[in-house]
């Protein structure tokens, strides 16, 4: 059932076998793995079913790196977790991100590709992905269109597929439906109680913001409310254990990373669509169930020492034609009129350009009298536009392509997350975040960049300019940003010195205390996380389900 802790009729105090903190991606995946087993679980979300200020106010931090970073931006206080924002890209990692690599410091996952494997099947449907077959690192089902032949030595087209669905929205009935499953709304949690060793977590003490206070006791707790939240959660946790809890190597909020993004530099070209149609990510009922993707080769990054990246080429139109401007015109004001009102000026609009001669003026309602006109005069624009339709070209030529790159960040135990001396309504800590990037990014970026420029540039003929912040060496503040994908925080690891987790996702030195999510990921590759981290909450949620089950045996 569902339940909204801001409601003062429901008891403070809750008892339950599993107690599960963030009903994203990951909470909702481990708690739906449970429905109709004899597990109690309790999901706690600090956000209601819809995006709310007061509770997205909770997000709020500061930014202290080399790279400026707002906490309270890119991400999302909710039923469903950030992901009610994201685009539905899936794809998995592959071996190569998996492994150690010898010019990668802090690389290596403590579990290989094939252990993933299996949970990226069952990934592959709990995201409603249909049937659609991957292998390592890509989806394999057909494209819309023939992608660019590169040297495999040099770039690849690995393949994502698109979620269509939101968790949330998805899960939400099937949730509240459960006999076992209690999920609470606007539930904060303000801190995780352990025993007065420091290795059992006894309690976890609950709120709301209009004041109510609770406490939900359970046999094994998890952890899921992203990458920054999770280490936020650990550290905040200090009334027996001062450091936070699993900090004990000071390794809780180190090796922050996300998937920094930036513009590499501008393609010309005669017909720059050649480069830009193969990828573009088409929607609607027809559109196909996976998008190609321009990245580096596994041998590229060997050979040149470069971290993993991609790159997306972006049409940007040239001068707008008249008649194409009119239309556009059009379809807005079409959008501000009432509904039945719309269907009758699109009939007489129909009508009237049907039988009207060339160049003579439209009939239309007063308010769109103009627009209708301006559309009349360019009629030839628009054919145009259907004849390059047919011809599989834009409507609107391009002018030029910007590349724009997504890259692997660095593990780098010195880009981390800390608590500032500021709180938030709840009294607690607010997030401090120290983005710091390294050399090997910096050097990644511009081999990276140079590469995608003109291997591009001579599979339609044209000419690539570097950007200006990627053309000079050493260049002190690249211009990039977040991609809100937050990685690494409670990284994984068999070393307690190195992580915060094991391989299982367990807190090292803790009996009962667990991780899901983007947070326990040792490195990121270029992949979108979320089709990784529900395989991972499903392997989790597997080895919960051995612990939980036995003691009722």
Known sequence: MIIDYLDSAHPKDVEADLCIVGAGAAGIAIAHSFIGTSVQVCLLESGGLGGEDRSQALC????????????????????????????????????????????????????????????????????????????????TAPTARTVLPFDDDKLINPLFARCSILFGDAYRDTLDRAPNIKVLLHANLLELMPSADGVHVREAIIGSLNGHRGRVQARHYVLASGGIENARLLLLSNSVVQEGLGNQRDVVGRYFMDHPSGTLGTLTADEPHRVTRPYERLRGKNAPSSFPEIALSPTYQ?????????????????????????????????????????????????????????????????????????????????????????????????????????????????????????????????????????????????????????????????????????????????????????????????????????????????????IAGSSVFPTGGWAFPTFTIVALSLRLADELRVLLMTGFL
């Not at 290596?108 to 659609?132: H, K, M, N, V």
């Open 60 to 139: 709020e931090g500061s930014s202290s790196g080399h790279v400026e970073f707002d906490p309270g931006t890119s991400r999302m206080r909710v039923f469903g977790g950030s992901c009610n924002l994201w685009g539905g890209g899936c794809i998995p990692l592959s071996s190569d991100d998996l492994k150690p690599r010898d010019w990668v410091p802090h690389s290596g996952w403590p579990i290989s590709y094939a252990e993933l494997e299996p949970y990226y099947a069952r990934a592959r449907t709990f995201c409603q992905l249909g049937d659609i077959a991957f292998t390592e690192g890509t989806f």
């Open 302 to 514: 060997r050979s040149q020492r470069v971290l993993n990246g991609r790159v997306h080429p972006f049409g940007v139109e040239g001068p707008l034609p008249r008649g194409i401007r009119a239309l556009r015109e059009l379809r807005t004001a079409m959008r501000k009129t009432v509904q039945d009102e719309n269907a009758l000026l699109e009939a007489r609009l129909s009508e009237a350009l049907r039988n009207a001669p060339a160049g003579e003026a439209i009939t239309a309602p007063t308010s769109l009298g103009l627009t209708a006109l301006k559309l009349g005069l360019g009629v030839g624009d628009i054919a145009k536009a259907f004849i390059h339709k047919l011809t599989d070209r834009p409507a609107v030529s391009n002018s030029h392509v910007e590349l724009v790159g997504y890259f692997e960040q660095a593990p780098n135990p010195e880009s981390r997350i800390t608590l500032s001396n500021d709180t938030d309504v709840l009294g607690q800590r607010k997030v401090c975040v120290d983005w710091r990037l390294t050399s090997l990014d910096h050097h990644t970026y511009r081999r990276s960049a140079t590469l995608f420029g003109n291997e591009l540039a001579r599979s339609c003929n044209g000419h690539f300019a570097l950007a200006p912040w990627l053309a000079e060496e050493g260049c002190a503040e690249p211009d990039i940003h977040g991609t809100a994908h937050h990685i690494g925080t409670t990284r994984m690891s068999d070393d307690p010195g190195q992580g915060v987790v094991d391989r299982d996702c367990k807190v090292h030195g803790m009996d009962n205390l667990h």
